[in-house]
């Protein structure tokens, strides 16, 4: 766990398959390109935080 930031605008979405995933929050520029504020570094540690925090979101009872 970590308690040093404290991350705002992150979306938990259900997956047409099922299952759920988080989306991070970004700008969109007047050319249509999207930045992120914040993003995982690579898919390994997009999988890790997903897992967090879904997995706190179930034992909490706030997700199925």
Known sequence: ANFELRLS???LRRKAK???SISFPEREDSNGVRHPYMRP???RARTDI???LIGT???EGRVA
């Open 18 to 20: 099922g299952g759920h």
């Open 57 to 59: 979101l179930r034992r």
């Open 41 to 43: 570094t690579d898919a």
């Open 9 to 11: 605008g992150l979306t």
């Open 50 to 52: 997903e897992r967090q």
